[in-house]
Nanobody, 127 residues
Framework: EVQLQASGGGVVQAGGSLRLSCAAS????????IGWFRQAPGKEREGVSC????????YYADSVKGRFTISSDNAENTVYLQMTTLKPEDTAVYYC????????????????????WGKGTQVTVSS
């Protein structure tokens, strides 16, 4: 059974930090890119950051570059998203997801190629 267990959301003041975790199981970790997507009320889903399971190639949305860091523990099949300097506009439900890598190891991190979705975790940043 495929599982993507997200945790670490919460309420934080602007300028604060949170770390999200995504524990993956039920599929071959190295064959997928694991990423974080978020959706705020009334807004479209956004690909925040992704990392390939094997080589660790990363992607960041422009809105989070320099503030968020994605990393993976391949031995534990877990991906982390360290979020710093949080802003109220980062408030959203964050979802962990897995996208199958292409033959060349590429991925899109736009949500359309996602094979597996986890349940979301709420991140609320107060001003």
């Amino acid at each position: 059974e495929v599982q993507l267990q997200a945790s670490g959301g919460g309420v934080v003041q602007a300028g604060g930090s949170l770390r999200l975790s995504c524990a993956a199981s039920g599929f071959t970790f190295d064959d997928y890119a694991i990423g974080w997507f978020r959706q705020a009320p009334g807004k479209e889903r956004e690909g925040v950051s992704c990392i390939s399971g094997g080589e660790g190639t990363t992607y960041y949305a422009d809105s989070v570059k320099g503030r968020f860091t994605i990393s993976s523990d391949n031995a534990e099949n877990t991906v982390y998203l360290q979020m710093t300097t949080l802003k109220p506009e980062d408030t959203a439900v964050y979802y962990c997801a897995a996208e199958l890598l292409s033959d060349g190891g590429g991925y899109y991190c736009d949500g359309n190629g996602v094979h597996f979705w986890g349940k979301g975790t709420q991140v609320t940043v107060s001003s």
